[in-house]
């Protein structure tokens, strides 16, 4: 009766993913080297495999379009598929606030 029915405040939204629908995320992120953004499309059923702690998580080596920049995502995912933390290596992640589409 105090509270019962009262719904638990959603977990932020990670600054680094947009998720487009129920399915698909996106993230956009720039080469350390020379500064090409590059965007990775990801599904749940397709790409985001089970981590073995628990949750889910996405991997995905990253490769520039015109230099051949590399570097590697994860996202990490818990069990409702909210985001808990992303990392980058050779690459950085670009805040959704600063998309330019």
Request: proline letters at 4%; zero cysteines.
């Amino acid at each position: 009766m105090f509270g019962l029915f009262r719904r638990t405040p959603k977990a932020p939204a990670d600054p680094h993913v947009k998720q487009d629908d129920a399915q698909t995320f996106r993230v956009r992120v720039r080469t350390r080297l020379h500064g090409e953004t590059v965007e990775i499309r990801f599904t749940k059923q397709a790409h985001i495999a089970v981590a073995d702690g628990g949750g889910y998580v996405f991997r995905k080596g990253v490769v520039s379009p015109q230099h051949f920049d590399r570097g590697e995502i994860s996202v990490h995912f818990d069990d409702r598929y909210a985001v808990t933390h992303t990392e980058a290596s050779g690459v950085e992640f670009i805040h959704v606030q600063d998309w330019e589409d």
